[in-house]
């Protein structure tokens, strides 16, 4: 659905093939796809219908193109290859801005920019941005189309790239465009790299730009995006949609849009329980999400690796669907010992960002193999040997792939109306302090744990890898709003759940490190151990041991069957230092004071029951 228009601005009407979709919402949409077309003078637009063919055709223009390098389908099929600028490798959190009416809205955590002030700031940075390039008009429903807890946008982009990106991510096609048509609501997204072509401009393989504005307009409900073709600055349905947007959107309705994986265990029994975790960027929640519990007996279905989006039930539950359909992941890390469903998944119809190619045609990134090959092209596109003194694919090259090819995925994944959630979990990079598994003693707690966790960064984002940062609830990048009326939403979610029904609370810690610096823990699909522990709680099989910062393992009630933890090792990664403990609570107090009185009672309360137990213990 591709028409050529010429160099002379026409009237915006003119421009491009709609498809036959007919309805009172229609217009809206149009002419908005005009006003941005007006403002961004692309050469076309292109309304993605979201069909094989066009998909297919995408695909190879990119290649044509130079933008994607195939992949020998010997090894894999349908599958790509992109290499970003070097400068274009992670989110830019300090170019990530939300323009709420007032600041306090915003909150110290987000950069906050008055809306008309940015608004003056970018629209020049838009005016004529996709000149000499095709405008995508891309429809997408996150969750099911038409699903109870699904919520629809649309994002246009000039980059290709983005959009056979969006393809896999989201649900896209002309069943979106229908629900729109009958008048559904849905969040505007606009995308542009920032790098408008001359008249015969050759263009580059990366295009974008040195400025980056990645702006949430959390009360208009719009995404502005320029200068960067990295996933989570491009694919804007993913983090500024599902999470910062969706959040602002589930404090108004009551419900919780989170940066967490979504799992469903089965005991040996045939019990079902289901799981969501948040972990921060690169710190194992696709991991988690593919599980192979190397305890016997026990199974994980895979529902989601990214965002889920919780609501509280008539029954007391708390509810959860994947609003994603596909999986945008870390490569470095995952190999046959660590993640081989994520191996498995990755067999074909991938396009991979930054990762390094084979001379047969294939890719290779660190920890895929615990040999390198002999050579490879780097993820720069230069030679490279294993003496090249380093890395071969970027610490954040990444997968982008359908949910629907993990092996171990749900049969009901993409159910309408999700999942009730047994358990939820928080986890971080900790070194030190934050044991393996505790347990919250209530929701109020489990709150509080949420609120105070700590990690260290990743290559996930700019900034100093290794470097300790607060990150409540996984969500410190991601949270649309004032993060302490963000603690607030939780505790006044957690009171909507009938108190025996609502999930119950824990702390992870796969990363606790010995004073040699080697993980204590072996992790991966040994952490089946600690969701076997969880399950036997939900159940009250166990106990639990009392400590000043929750509810502890006893060893004994730990599986450890098959794995050989020292006693020593397995002291440490439960050890509670009430010293360090104390100066964590102080940490807490200074982070809390940031927000200037405005972090709920029920937390302070918390942190002086913390301090108390502490002096006590
Ligand atoms: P985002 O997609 O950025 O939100 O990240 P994610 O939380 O899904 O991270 P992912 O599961 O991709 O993990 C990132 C890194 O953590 C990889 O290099 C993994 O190998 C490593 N990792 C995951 N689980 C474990 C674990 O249990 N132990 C250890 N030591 N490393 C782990
Ligand atoms: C993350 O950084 O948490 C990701 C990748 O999941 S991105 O979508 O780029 O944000
Ligand atoms: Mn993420």
Same mark, same amino acid.
């Given at each position: 659905i591709t028409r050529p228009t010429t160099s002379t601005p026409k009237p915006a009407a003119s421009y491009g093939d709609m498809p036959a979709v007919a309805g009172p919402g229609m217009e809206a949409l149009t002419a908005w796809v005009e006003e941005i077309a007006a403002l961004?003078?692309?050469?076309?637009?292109?309304?993605?219908?979201?069909?094989?063919?066009? &998909?297919?055709?995408?695909?190879?223009?990119? $290649?044509?193109?130079?933008?994607?390098?195939?992949?020998?389908?010997?090894?894999?099929p349908g599958s790509y290859l992109a290499r970003s600028h070097p400068s274009d490798v992670a989110r830019t959190e300090a170019r990530t801005f939300i323009a709420s009416d007032r600041e306090a809205d915003a909150g110290p955590t987000n950069n906050w920019v008055a809306p008309d002030e940015i608004r003056a700031t970018i629209t020049p940075l838009?005016?004529?941005?996709?000149?000499g390039r095709t405008m995508y008009v891309v429809p997408f429903s996150m969750g099911?189309?038409?699903?109870?807890?699904?919520?629809?946008?649309?994002?246009?982009?000039?980059?290709?790239?983005?959009?056979?990106?969006?393809?896999?991510?989201?649900?896209?096609?002309?069943?979106?465009?229908?629900?729109?048509?009958?008048?559904?609501?849905?969040?505007?997204?606009?995308?542009?790299?920032?790098?408008?072509?001359?008249?015969g401009e050759k263009d580059v393989a990366w295009p974008c730009n040195d400025e980056k504005y990645i702006v949430h307009f959390p009360e208009t409900l719009e995404v502005w995006s320029f200068g960067s073709g990295y996933g989570g600055n491009a694919i804007l349905a993913k983090k500024c949609f599902a999470l910062r947007i969706a959040s602002v959107i589930g404090r108004d309705e009551g419900w919780l849009a989170e940066h967490m994986l979504l799992i469903r265990v089965i005991s040996p029994e045939g019990k079902k329980y289901h799981l969501a975790a948040a972990f921060p960027?690169?710190?194992?929640?696709?991991?988690?999400?593919?599980?192979?519990?190397?305890?016997?007996?026990?199974?994980?279905?895979?529902?989601?690796?990214?965002?889920?989006?919780?609501?509280?039930?008539?029954?007391?539950?708390?509810?959860?669907?994947?609003?994603?359909?596909?999986?945008?992941?870390?490569?470095?890390?995952?190999?046959?010992?660590? &993640?081989?469903?994520?191996?498995e998944t990755l067999w074909g119809n991938t396009i991979f960002t930054n990762v390094a190619l084979r001379p047969d045609g294939d890719v290779w990134w660190e920890g895929l193999t615990d040999e390198p090959p002999a050579e490879l092209i780097d993820w720069e596109g230069n030679p490279w040997t294993p003496g090249s003194g380093r890395p071969a694919a970027h610490p954040n090259s990444r997968f982008t792939v359908s949910a629907a090819q993990c092996p171990q995925i749900a049969p009901d994944w993409d159910a309408r109306d999700g999942v009730p959630v047994d358990a939820i979990l928080f986890g971080g990079r900790r070194a030190t302090n934050v044991p393996l598994v505790v347990e919250a003693t209530d929701w109020a707690h489990g709150v509080f744990l949420g609120s105070t966790i700590s990690s260290?960064?990743?290559?996930?984002?700019?900034?100093? $890898?290794?470097?300790?940062?607060?990150?409540?609830?996984?969500?410190?990048?991601?949270?649309g709003y004032n993060m302490a009326d963000y603690f607030?939403?939780?505790?006044? $979610?957690?009171?909507?759940?009938?108190?025996?029904?609502?999930?119950?609370?824990?702390?992870?810690?796969?990363?606790?490190?010995?004073?040699?610096?080697?993980?204590?823990?072996?992790?991966?699909?040994? &952490?089946?151990?600690?969701?076997?522990?969880?399950?036997?709680?939900?159940? &009250?099989? $166990?106990?639990?041991?009392d400590s000043p910062i929750g509810r502890l393992p006893k060893i004994e009630d730990l599986n450890l069957d098959g794995i050989d933890v020292p006693a020593e090792d397995l002291a440490e990664l439960f050890a509670i230092d009430p010293a360090s403990w104390?100066?964590?609570?102080?940490?807490?107090?200074?982070?809390?004071?940031?927000?200037?009185?405005?972090?709920?009672?029920?937390?302070?309360?918390?942190?002086?029951?913390l301090r108390y137990r502490l002096t006590s213990a």
């Amino acid at each position: 659905i591709t028409r050529p228009t010429t160099s002379t601005p026409k009237p915006a009407a003119s421009y491009g093939d709609m498809p036959a979709v007919a309805g009172p919402g229609m217009e809206a949409l149009t002419a908005w796809v005009e006003e941005i077309a007006a403002l961004t003078q692309p050469a076309r637009i292109h309304w993605v219908d979201g069909s094989r063919a066009e &998909n297919d055709a995408l695909l190879r223009e990119q $290649v044509e193109e130079g933008k994607l390098i195939k992949l020998n389908p010997e090894w894999r099929p349908g599958s790509y290859l992109a290499r970003s600028h070097p400068s274009d490798v992670a989110r830019t959190e300090a170019r990530t801005f939300i323009a709420s009416d007032r600041e306090a809205d915003a909150g110290p955590t987000n950069n906050w920019v008055a809306p008309d002030e940015i608004r003056a700031t970018i629209t020049p940075l838009f005016e004529g941005s996709m000149r000499g390039r095709t405008m995508y008009v891309v429809p997408f429903s996150m969750g099911p189309v038409g699903g109870p807890l699904s919520h629809i946008g649309v994002q246009v982009t000039d980059s290709a790239y983005a959009v056979t990106s969006i393809e896999i991510m989201t649900r896209v096609g002309i069943d979106v465009l229908r629900e729109i048509a009958q008048g559904s609501p849905w969040v505007k997204t606009v995308h542009s790299v920032g790098a408008p072509l001359a008249p015969g401009e050759k263009d580059v393989a990366w295009p974008c730009n040195d400025e980056k504005y990645i702006v949430h307009f959390p009360e208009t409900l719009e995404v502005w995006s320029f200068g960067s073709g990295y996933g989570g600055n491009a694919i804007l349905a993913k983090k500024c949609f599902a999470l910062r947007i969706a959040s602002v959107i589930g404090r108004d309705e009551g419900w919780l849009a989170e940066h967490m994986l979504l799992i469903r265990v089965i005991s040996p029994e045939g019990k079902k329980y289901h799981l969501a975790a948040a972990f921060p960027s690169a710190c194992g929640k696709t991991n988690l999400a593919m599980l192979r519990p190397t305890i016997p007996g026990w199974r994980v279905e895979t529902l989601g690796d990214d965002i889920a989006w919780l609501r509280p039930g008539e029954d007391g539950r708390l509810w959860a669907i994947n609003p994603e359909a596909g999986f945008f992941g870390v490569a470095p890390g995952t190999g046959e010992s660590t &993640n081989v469903t994520a191996v498995e998944t990755l067999w074909g119809n991938t396009i991979f960002t930054n990762v390094a190619l084979r001379p047969d045609g294939d890719v290779w990134w660190e920890g895929l193999t615990d040999e390198p090959p002999a050579e490879l092209i780097d993820w720069e596109g230069n030679p490279w040997t294993p003496g090249s003194g380093r890395p071969a694919a970027h610490p954040n090259s990444r997968f982008t792939v359908s949910a629907a090819q993990c092996p171990q995925i749900a049969p009901d994944w993409d159910a309408r109306d999700g999942v009730p959630v047994d358990a939820i979990l928080f986890g971080g990079r900790r070194a030190t302090n934050v044991p393996l598994v505790v347990e919250a003693t209530d929701w109020a707690h489990g709150v509080f744990l949420g609120s105070t966790i700590s990690s260290e960064r990743t290559a996930a984002a700019e900034g100093t $890898v290794g470097e300790l940062r607060r990150d409540p609830f996984a969500m410190l990048p991601f949270c649309g709003y004032n993060m302490a009326d963000y603690f607030g939403h939780w505790l006044k $979610v957690g009171q909507k759940l009938r108190f025996d029904r609502a999930p119950r609370i824990f702390q992870v810690n796969w990363f606790r490190k010995g004073p040699d610096g080697r993980f204590l823990w072996p992790g991966f699909g040994d &952490n089946s151990r600690v969701i076997e522990w969880i399950a036997r709680r939900i159940e &009250n099989e $166990v106990g639990a041991v009392d400590s000043p910062i929750g509810r502890l393992p006893k060893i004994e009630d730990l599986n450890l069957d098959g794995i050989d933890v020292p006693a020593e090792d397995l002291a440490e990664l439960f050890a509670i230092d009430p010293a360090s403990w104390a100066r964590e609570a102080d940490l807490t107090e200074e982070f809390f004071d940031t927000f200037d009185g405005r972090v709920p009672a029920q937390l302070g309360a918390e942190l002086s029951a913390l301090r108390y137990r502490l002096t006590s213990a």
